[in-house]
């Protein structure tokens, strides 16, 4: 129980201070080109597609990508709120993280300004699982008239 509790705190320990220099990683395709073969190509196309909707948001706000700071993150999410399901800027995140982890740079999705930005888009728009529909005696009827009598 105590190697868990170590784990967490391990966990959410953050770096001191998130990178702040001009500098500003533009090759971060050459960056997912490393994961080929270890990824589905669909998971890479999703990565990239989602980075690159990322990176024009923040060329537009003037604020540098790779690396980024938790704080724009969570920015680029309160924009993407009212558009966007929660389960897209969940994969949106994905990507930004994947990113930051393949240059070996802080993680900037896990801080608890994001975690609220998340929660406050599953709270303007929830998803309710949909309840299937039960089978009908007629539905049963057919099925039943199909299968052999094993």
Request: a positive charge; charged letters at 30%.
């Given at each position: 129980m105590q190697d868990s509790h170590a784990n967490r705190r391990?966990?959410?320990?953050?770096?001191?201070?998130?990178?702040?220099?001009?500098?500003?990683?533009?090759?971060?395709?050459?960056?997912?080109?490393?994961?080929?073969?270890?990824?589905?190509?669909?998971?890479?196309?999703?990565?990239?597609?989602?980075?690159?909707?990322?990176?024009?948001?923040?060329?537009?706000?003037?604020?540098?990508?790779?690396?980024?700071?938790?704080?724009?993150?969570?920015?680029?999410?309160?924009?993407?709120?009212?558009?966007?399901?929660?389960?897209?800027l969940k994969r949106r995140l994905a990507g930004i993280a994947k990113l930051h982890r393949i240059f070996d740079l802080p993680n900037p999705t896990d801080h608890f300004d994001v975690d609220l930005a998340i929660r406050r888009a599953r709270r303007l728009k929830p998803q309710r699982p949909s309840q299937a529909l039960g089978i009908t005696a007629e539905i049963r009827d057919r099925l039943l008239a199909v299968c052999d009598d094993d």
């Amino acid at each position: 129980m105590q190697d868990s509790h170590a784990n967490r705190r391990r966990r959410s320990r953050r770096p001191s201070a998130w990178p702040t220099t001009d500098l500003e990683i533009t090759d971060w395709k050459k960056g997912l080109e490393r994961l080929e073969g270890a990824y589905s190509p669909y998971t890479l196309r999703s990565y990239e597609g989602d980075f690159r909707l990322f990176v024009e948001w923040c060329a537009a706000e003037g604020r540098p990508a790779l690396p980024t700071t938790p704080e724009t993150v969570a920015l680029y999410l309160a924009d993407l709120m009212p558009r966007l399901k929660p389960s897209t800027l969940k994969r949106r995140l994905a990507g930004i993280a994947k990113l930051h982890r393949i240059f070996d740079l802080p993680n900037p999705t896990d801080h608890f300004d994001v975690d609220l930005a998340i929660r406050r888009a599953r709270r303007l728009k929830p998803q309710r699982p949909s309840q299937a529909l039960g089978i009908t005696a007629e539905i049963r009827d057919r099925l039943l008239a199909v299968c052999d009598d094993d």
